[in-house]
């Protein structure tokens, strides 16, 4: 099993229908169907404009022709109390459950961390479930303990994230303390 990157400025209706698929059986929400996820994936970067290292992109592992492990690395530009800073969003990281205890989801995490170790991006920022926790702070990352908010929500002061847990890469660096305003929605 290879893995592949998917570039998101590219993608095809298709593709962004297989990765949909995936994402509305992992993470079901009400009123959240294939047709709107695939819809979303399909049309948010077809017009990034941006530097060509930062660009939007999937990494994935296939069986048989079905993608079986994904993340997702995009960039977002969060503000600190020390000004604007673009990270890596790490986002979308599944394995389908046939699969799991292949070191899969490791291989398409470090692949997206890859670009932070490479000095493409400062940091990667993300959410989890404490009982994922382990599994990143394994690959290097820890704990973001600021107060997280989205300066362009109604509620200013709620959390933005749906996760209990935010992250980032790599646990080592000058990551800034105090507030940081996500300036748009959770990923």
Known sequence: MDLEILDHRTITEPQARELATHLVAIWPRPGRTVDTRTADIYGRWHNYVGPEAEYPRSFIIREGGRIV???????????????KLKVLALCRVFTVPEVRGKSLGRTVVEAAFKLVDDGVFPFSLFQTKEEVRPFYEKLGATV?????????????????????VPMR??????????????DGPGW
């Open 69 to 83: 492990a994904h993340s997702q690395a995009d960039p977002r530009t969060i503000r600190t109390k020390l000004g």
């Open 144 to 164: 973001a303990t600021n107060h997280f908010c989205n300066s362009l929500a109604d509620d200013r002061t709620a959390t933005p994230w749906w996760d209990p």
């Open 169 to 182: 890469y790599p646990a080592t660096g000058s990551w800034p303390e105090g507030e940081i305003d996500l």
